[in-house]
């Protein structure tokens, strides 16, 4: 029996769904390098939410939200704020709920009312200026 409706075979239908799944793999292979670089070369922006408050003579700062930050402080005039004459720092904070309280009238303070003061985060080492705000004397 001669059988001419298979004659031809089915290779040339093999042949196209392989090239069609060599394409789809192709395309997602290099989808999945590009994003991955893209990704990995896209800065991250700080993820906080700090209430900042001055009561007096102080400088209250609160911390409500942290996504990403790893420190939060206080500074002024590109200075850390500090509490003694021994010129140590404030510890500075990072987690919800923390209070970061600068005194101006502390023994040493460098907190000068009437002034600039800048929120500082740290993030994977690098130091970013949040926001700034003005002290009332």
């Given at each position: 029996m001669n059988n001419t409706r298979g004659s031809r075979g089915l290779s040339?239908?093999?042949g196209v769904i392989l090239l069609v799944a060599l394409t789809v793999a192709l395309v997602g292979l290099f989808t999945g390098v590009l994003f991955d670089t893209v990704e990995s070369s896209v800065s991250t922006s700080p993820d906080?939410?700090?209430e900042l408050i001055q009561n007096d003579k102080?400088?209250?700062m609160t911390v409500f939200h942290n996504g990403n930050v790893d420190?939060?402080?206080l500074s002024q005039n590109g200075e850390e704020l500090q509490d003694n004459e021994k010129g140590?720092?404030?510890d500075r904070v990072s987690?919800?709920?923390d209070v970061y309280i600068a005194d101006s009238e502390a023994e040493g303070s460098n907190l000068e009312l009437g002034e600039s003061v800048q929120v500082i985060v740290?993030?994977?080492g690098?130091?970013?200026m949040l926001t700034s705000f003005e002290t009332i004397e």
């Open positions: 040339p239908v093999i906080v939410s700090v102080k400088v209250e420190e939060i402080y140590t720092t404030y987690d919800v709920g740290v993030m994977e690098s130091k970013v």
